[in-house]
């Protein structure tokens, strides 16, 4: 049983000590970046290219990624209806927990009023309509834009919905092919194996990009945006932490027995790189490699997380709602009940496929109202300031709806090993930060070659 180190991995103790180190030097840089930020506000701005270089660093791994992974889940199954199943319990799931978002986003909301007493000048309304000239963008236009210009561009694109698309209609070509796609199956694994060791030996710079992004946000926003609009930033935060452990948890804990803490424990590595990045796809190849390594199945990862980062937003539902209803009661123009349900169903549908892009939700925010309230546009210049900061808790909302998501339906279509995620929860099983994907011998608990 894979239980034991292999002879191949006798390095993997250093390299254990070395990530942990790793990602305490994240942490630092991270509470160094806040410092400078507060001191050196000018200079702090100047580093924010150190962020942007990292996150382009993860995002330009994330359609490869994706690519092998959706291939190897769905190629490797001996029927489509596996695969169907799985995605029609996601898609279901998905629609589920946005409800509730929306619900929970427009009771707080309401109850809380937070845009009241603001006043609207005109500097904000004119970064209201820079937004909304941004996020403008038809529902057609979303759909024909999954289809890629060609098969080979869905992997330089950078649109995760074309990479989603090209991969399942190979990965059900291969599966069609039955014996004869064994070959391609296997080269296409160890195309993953390459792609994991390139984002570990990225994942090096974490600390560097954490700084610069860190550094740059506090420079650019300093503490006076935050005092105005702080009641609006503890709303949301406080609603979001509602949702992710008064419902995920509940649901995660009643379905399958798991805590949720001892599954975040699991992800506190990913976690704290959406903090400092603050974009939850920054995290989307390691989600990936640590629910197989979990014992979820190929096909399961394969299909619920890359199609959860655009279809699961439940932190952007939950922004949409209440940046909304902050906007109206600070133009003094309550929306109706109607009118809030309308509109915010709108821009949840809108806002597909952006998950991963920081500031995305201030874009489909000021779309969404150009299109249903365009006298509300300027106001969203209201919340410009703190948009970065409501940013990470859409991110970490997003990442932790993910998540969950993966192992429930896993758990729900038999593509869950319970004793294997026990054991790593635990501890016993720990993850190899060295290669990212587990030793060949360790595939042996939950193989990806063809099965019934």
Not at 330 to 358: H, N
Not at 379 to 399: H, K, W, Y
Not at 400 to 411: D, E, F
Not at 414 to 442: I, K, N, Q, S
């Amino acid at each position: 049983m894979p239980q034991t180190e292999t002879p191949a991995s006798g390095a993997t103790q250093p390299t254990k000590n070395r990530t942990h180190w790793l990602y305490m030097a994240v942490i630092a840089a991270v509470a160094l970046g806040i410092v400078i930020g507060l001191v050196f506000p000018d200079f702090a701005v100047k580093l924010k290219p150190l962020g942007t270089g990292f996150v382009a660093l993860i995002t330009m791994m994330i359609q490869p990624v994706i690519f092998c992974t959706i291939i190897l889940g769905v190629g490797s199954v001996a029927s489509a209806a596996k695969v169907g199943k799985v995605g029609a319990l996601a898609l279901g799931y998905f629609l589920l927990m946005s409800t509730f978002a929306l619900t929970i986003g427009l009771v707080v909301g309401n109850i809380v009023k937070p845009g009241s007493g603001l006043d609207l000048n005109e500097e904000v309304a004119s970064a209201g309509a820079a937004q909304a000239e941004a996020g403008h963008g038809s529902t057609t236009e979303f759909l024909l834009g999954i289809i890629p210009d060609s098969l080979f561009s869905s992997l330089t694109s950078g649109d995760v919905l074309e990479t989603l698309l090209v991969a399942l209609l190979i990965g059900f070509a291969l599966q069609q092919m039955g014996q004869t796609a064994k070959p391609i199956l296997t080269v296409v694994e160890y195309a993953q194996k390459l792609v994991f060791r390139v984002l570990a030996m990225i994942m090096w710079a974490a600390p560097i990009g954490a700084f610069g992004a860190i550094s740059a946000v506090v420079g650019e926003t300093g503490f006076d945006a935050l005092k105005s609009l702080a009641m609006l930033m503890v709303a949301f935060y406080v609603t979001c932490v509602l949702f992710v452990f008064g419902v995920l948890g509940t649901v995660l804990k009643v379905a399958t027995g798991i805590n949720i803490f001892s599954l975040f424990k699991y992800l506190a590595r990913e976690f704290l790189l959406i903090l400092a990045t603050s974009s939850s796809e920054s995290a989307l190849p390691r989600l990936i490699a640590k629910m197989e390594h979990a014992g979820v199945d190929k096909t399961t990862v394969g299909i619920v997380v890359p199609t959860g980062y655009s279809f699961n937003l439940d932190g952007t539902a939950i922004y949409l709602t209440m940046a909304t209803l902050f906007i109206a009661e600070a133009m003094g123009d309550p929306l109706r009940v109607g009118e809030q349900i309308s509109l915010l169903v709108f821009m949840v549908i809108a806002s597909k496929g952006a998950a991963g892009v920081t500031g995305a939700g201030l874009a489909t925010l000021a779309g969404g109202l150009q299109s249903h309230r365009p006298d509300l546009v300027d106001g969203v210049g209201l919340i410009v300031g703190i948009d970065r900061f409501m940013s990470e808790a859409r991110a970490l909302t997003n990442f932790a709806g993910n998540s969950i998501a993966t192992v429930l339906i896993g758990s729900w279509t038999d593509g869950l090993d319970r004793e294997r995620l026990d054991r790593v929860l635990a501890g016993d099983l720990p993850f190899d930060e060295r290669t990212m994907v587990d030793d060949d011998d360790d595939h042996t608990e939950h193989p990806a070659p063809v099965r019934a």
